[in-house]
């Protein structure tokens, strides 16, 4: 059945453009073109993000080894900030009996206290 669109039946305006949408009440998108293209946004965004997690995380990783390299074990906090360590970004914590959290970036483990890593290993 023709059911012809009623301008004056606005629902709500398209994610993208911000313009009306008028129509079914579901739309969020006054074409294709729009919803493509906030798609694409979305996704980018996403890559974004990843892209920016996985670099600090070779960063944090690139810090640990070079540590290894020169066989310490353990290191400061105010030092490893100051190389640029970033302790919130960790590929994996598990808790473990004692008073310590053991946390990983990749394969290299070690423990933090309030003033230093140490314990600073290959798994
Ligand atoms: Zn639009």
């Known amino acids: 059945m023709y059911k012809p669109i009623n301008p004056e039946h606005q629902n ?3 994610l993208e453009c911000g313009e009306p949408i008028y ?4 739309k969020k998108f006054c074409n294709s073109g729009c919803r493509n293209s906030f798609h694409a946004h979305l996704r ?8 920016i ?3 600090l995380l070779a960063a944090n990783y690139g810090i640990l ?3 290894l390299r020169i066989q310490k074990t ?7 900030l100051d190389m640029g360590f970033r302790p919130e970004y ?3 914590t598990a808790e473990k009996r004692g008073r ?3 946390y990983r970036c990749f394969d290299i483990a070690y423990y933090i206290s309030a003033a230093k890593i140490f314990n600073l290993h290959r798994v």
């Not at 129509?23 to 579901?26: E, F, Q, V």
């Not at 980018?44 to 892209?51: A, V, Y």
Request: with cysteine; charged share 25%.
């Open 23 to 26: 129509g079914r009440a579901d």
């Open 74 to 80: 353990s290191c400061p906090m105010d030092s490893l």
């Open 65 to 67: 080894e070079n540590l």
């Open 12 to 14: 709500s305006h398209c």
């Open 90 to 92: 960790v590929t994996h």
């Open 44 to 51: 980018s965004e996403g890559r974004q993000k990843k892209h």
């Open 100 to 102: 310590h959290t053991e």
């Open 53 to 55: 997690t996985l670099n």
